[in-house]
């Protein structure tokens, strides 16, 4: 009797663990659909000069590499580059930025650059 009250109580003791993401709102999150990522694959979706640091970031995630650099003779504030290192060059197919090393820069919040 005392090794099924265990089982009941291990029960209960994961079935509340398993609630507690919808109870903490966590149920607003979406997982994707396989046809989704076949249809916009991650890293495929091109960023564009001008768009913000937020963007860039909602994109291709966060950088594997940010540097900042200072010329007064070239720029009048500080530069950052952020770089995305190359995950799958070895692929026969273009899968954006993880096909290759990125380089993108940035004057203030603005992408003004890219570069591979």
Do not use: H
């Not at 650099?69 to 899968?95: F, H, L, M, Q």
């Amino acid at each position: 009797m005392s090794i099924i009250s265990s089982l009941i109580k291990n029960l209960n003791f994961v079935l509340i663990l398993s609630a507690i993401p919808l109870i903490c709102g966590c149920n607003a999150l979406t997982i994707p659909s396989p046809d989704d990522i076949i249809k916009k694959p991650l890293g495929t979706e091109s960023v564009k000069i001008g768009m913000t640091k937020d963007r860039v970031e909602s994109l291709w995630g966060k950088p594997d590499q940010v540097t900042t650099v200072e010329s007064n003779e070239k720029w009048s504030s500080p530069r950052e580059i952020w770089t995305y290192d190359a995950r799958y060059g070895a692929i026969p197919v273009d899968a954006g930025y993880l096909s290759k090393t990125q380089k993108l820069y940035f004057d203030g919040d603005n992408l003004t650059e890219i570069s591979s």
